[in-house]
């Protein structure tokens, strides 16, 4: 018997299926994260925007498409959204939540059928390790969200914060065998048991033997202790991604973010006392409603004087539910143009941040073999080419801007 876990959405989605995956394989089930033929699917589904609630809808028809006479489950965001639109859709005989998806193969188990939302928020849900591949591990150690952004769906889908128990989140780190293990969650700045926090977190991992990267943070979490921690970490990697949104502080008002753009400045100037060479990437909405050009020409100069190293733009996408549905949205037309003038700064701030490697030793981790190149990224997120075939960690030195990061040769 074949089964299949598709997922749409993000990171997080990726490490609960990968959950899944090793749970059913532990079932006795042949698996595969692929659209191939397959007895039973379970479909791990995104709402982050309508756009990715669209695909989750729209991937049933590709399974059926696949596999016509097979049983789907639907799990995550889409699903606990309107499960009732999946619970309706032909071949599907159990829907579940975003909530407790360590359930999902108990309910299998079970031949449970329906709808079953767990709407509660309980105590953070511990699922079977995910099978660590060769490369990059993501590592899972919260979820939930209490921050209630304006535009923002998840925190109704995910429920409350919840973290899980340092000492488990520590073992599957230490005891991590790819060569990078990404500390992941809907909101890791919010990691708390007990009295312990994602600084103790750090200290209690500073002997592990992979690289150890961050992921996306709120500018508030970071503290010089968190900082001190991070340089006790034997093999950290100095990548930093803080959520911005915005430049204009009325703007970041509007948003729910509890923050000004010179506080944000002065956590990235922080970052910098204790890490010189970090990468400080962001993300950025354009054309949230009623930005007006001047808040966000504010957050253009932001960017700037925060000399990102990438920014993740996208523009505003309206979400019922939210506060934000609620305000007045801008033409495309301005939100399209918005979108653009960041990208190309975008581009402009990676080209100067990774101009200053040029000629310098870095480590790559490879990931892909591409048009004659190992790939792979340092640990200052910078995309290194490497000619030939390589595999695991590379020292290189970066020779000259090449496709979407630098050219590089082997050490």
């Known amino acids: 018997m074949k089964a299949v876990v598709f997922t749409l959405g993000c990171k997080v989605n990726g490490v609960e299926s990968a959950s899944l995956l090793h749970g059913l394989k532990e079932r006795g089930w042949e698996v595969s994260d692929e659209l191939v033929p397959a007895d039973l699917y379970i479909l791990n589904t995104c709402a982050v925007t309508a756009e990715a609630e669209k695909k989750s809808r729209q991937a049933i028809a590709r399974i059926r498409a696949a596999a016509p006479h097979a049983r789907i489950a639907v799990c995550g965001c889409a699903a606990e959204r309107t499960p009732e639109i999946f619970a309706g859709r032909e071949g599907v005989f159990l829907v579940t939540g975003a909530r407790q998806k360590g359930e999902v193969l108990d309910l299998l188990d079970a031949a449970c ?3 079953r939302i767990d709407e509660a928020d309980k105590v953070y849900d511990e699922m079977p390790a995910p099978q660590s591949p060769k490369t990059r ?22 429920g409350r914060s919840r973290s899980r128990g340092l000492q488990s989140a520590a073992a599957e780190i230490l005891s991590c065998t790819a060569e990078e293990a990404v500390i992941t969650g809907i909101d890791v700045s919010s990691y708390k048991d007990g009295e312990k926090d994602l600084a103790d977190l750090l200290l209690a991992v500073k002997d592990a033997k992979c690289r150890i990267r961050l992921g996306s943070l ?23 991604h803080l959520s911005l949104q915005s430049g204009s502080d009325a ?65 505003y996408s309206r979400r019922t539910g939210t506060v934000a549905a609620k305000l007045p949205d801008l033409a495309p037309q301005v939100k399209k143009q918005r979108l653009h003038r960041l990208m190309e700064l975008s581009g402009q701030l990676r080209a100067e941040y990774e101009g200053r490697f040029v000629g310098k030793v870095l480590e790559l981790v490879s990931e892909e073999q591409k ?34 990061g630098l050219l590089a040769e082997r050490v």
Do not use: W
Request: proline share 5%; with cysteine.
């Open 113 to 115: 059928t329906g709808v």
């Open 251 to 315: 703007v970041l008002k509007k948003m729910n973010r509890h923050y000004t753009g010179e506080e944000f400045l002065a956590r990235v100037e922080l970052i910098r006392q204790h890490f010189p060479d970090a990468a400080v990437t962001t993300d950025i909405i354009a054309g949230f409603p009623a930005e007006t050009e001047e808040d966000f020409e504010n957050t253009l100069a932001l960017a700037r004087r925060a000399a990102f190293s990438q920014i993740h733009c996208f523009a």
């Open 218 to 240: 709120e500018a508030g979490v970071i503290t010089p202790r968190l900082l001190e921690a991070a340089k006790q970490i034997q093999d950290f990697a100095p990548h930093f």
């Open 137 to 158: 591990a993501f590592i899972k150690i919260q979820d939930g969200c209490n921050n209630f952004c304006s535009y923002c769906i998840i925190p109704y889908l995910r």
């Open 371 to 404: 048009g004659g190149y190992t790939v792979g990224y340092s640990e200052n997120y910078i995309r290194l080419y490497v000619p030939g075939e390589a595999h695991g960690r590379l020292k290189v030195r970066a020779l000259r801007p090449f496709e979407d």
